[in-house]
Structures are given as structure tokens and as C-alpha cells.
């Protein structure tokens, strides 16, 4: 059984009082709903407040992003050591932002996701198609391109502790949300992908969180999804209780 995983991305958001305000907050929920994993990504500069904020609870924190070279002439980037030191466990990769604001490709993903594992992060591998190429019928395509690049020469071992993150480009920061069955259709697809690139009990044991306006209204519906296991959650993670509601409504269509 797959543990549930929501995550919140507070991307370029909130000054150091109020992310650590939130996250004492957040470290709450996690300690309320412990079958639930509850994580959140605050800027950069307000790891090292939100780790000790979090420190004693259950609450996960992680990264935005990370550069693939552990130290080094590498001007503005924060290596996984780093992080590591800072107290985080995972790092959000491949962010649509990232991909389409920053142009970073499935080259460097991959690069990143890969030295993530090697630093003892979990990688949040973020794909999903932009609304023209959904139009086009493109969806699968691009999703499979962003699975198989951003997890390419990872043995079993390693694919199983990525989580991947579904967010369909064109549901972000939109309101715009994917109905439950358009979600569960690609979350479907992409563990079946995972059993082709290596093996049904790989692909069981991966969590794949979907992303893209989930709300608490939505939540629930979202997570009853036999292959959603979970959320990243940008705008609705800077408000403790919306955030706490998608929790609760996550952890009941799950059953817990
Ligand atoms: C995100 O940034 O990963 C995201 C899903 O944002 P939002 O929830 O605001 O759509």
C-alpha cells in the first residue's frame, strides 16, 4: 500500500515570519493525520527557519529545485548537500516553471533527479503536457517523454523512491483543475509505463501525486482515484487551514 503523499510548493511566496508561522501550522496537520505524508517546499532562504520549525513533527520539508553538481563555480545554484544540511528530504524537479519559465530540458531533469537520489533527497519528478499539446492529442507523449528521460538510468531500487508529480501544465495556478478521470487517466498511464520500464511491482510501489489548482472541494474526489496517491499543491499551501482541509479531504477518500 502506498503511503499518501501531499506536498505543498509555496514557490516564490511569504516572508521568513509567516513561512514559519505556516509551517507550525502545517507541522500540526502532519501530526493529526500521520497516515498521510505532509510536506512542504518553502523559498530557499527559509529552509533552514522551516526545518527547525518542523523539527519534532512529522511535517516533510524539501527543496523548490537543485543543481545537479555537488559544489563547485556554479553561480546562484544550491547543491544537494546543501539541502541535505538544511534538513531537507525531498526536492521538487522538473517544475513546469522551471521547464517553461527557466527552459530547463529533460536532459538536465534527469541529471538532477539522478543526483538527488545520490545525495539522500527524494526527487518529486514533476511532468505534464501545456493545453496545446493536450489539444493535440499529445498528452501521453509528452508525459511519457518527461517519465522515461527524467528517470532514465535509474535502477529499480532507485525509480521506486522517486514520486512523481502529474501536473497538467494548463491546470496550474489557473483554477482550472483535471476532472478526477482525466487525472486517474494519465496516473493510469504513467504506472503503466513504470511496469514496461521496469516491472509491475516497481510500478505499484511508486507514488504518482497529481498537481493543478487542487482545492479542498477537490481534493477528495481527486484522491478517490485508485492511481492518484497524492497532491503538490501551490497556491492552496500558503493558508494553513485551506492546506490542513485538502490534507483531511485526501486522508478520507484514502480511508484513513
Ligand atoms: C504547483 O505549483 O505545483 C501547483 C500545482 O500550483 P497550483 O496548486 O497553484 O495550481
Known sequence: ????????????????????????????????????DVGVCPPAPYLEAVAAAANGSPLIVGAQNMYFEPSGAFTGEVAGPMLKDLGCACVILG?????????????????????????????????????????????????????TKGLEGLAKAQAEQVVIAYEPVWAIGTGRTATPQQAQEVHAFIRGLLADLYDPRTAEAVRIQYGGSVKPDNSRDLMSQADIDGALVGGASLKADTFAAIVTEGAKAKGL
Do not use: Y
Open 1 to 36: 500500500m502506498r503511503k499518501p503523499f501531499i506536498c505543498g510548493n509555496w514557490k516564490m511566496n511569504l516572508d521568513r515570519a509567516s513561512a514559519v508561522t505556516l509551517a507550525q501550522a502545517t507541522a500540526k496537520t502532519a501530526a493529526r493525520l500521520k497516515g498521510v
Open 95 to 147: 517544475h513546469s516553471e522551471r521547464r517553461h519559465v527557466f527552459g530547463e530540458t529533460d536532459d538536465l531533469v534527469s541529471k538532477k533527479v539522478k543526483a538527488a537520489l545520490g545525495f539522500g533527497l527524494v526527487p518529486i519528478l514533476c511532468v505534464g503536457e501545456l493545453l496545446e499539446e493536450r489539444e493535440a492529442g499529445r498528452t501521453e507523449a509528452v508525459v511519457r517523454r518527461h517519465v
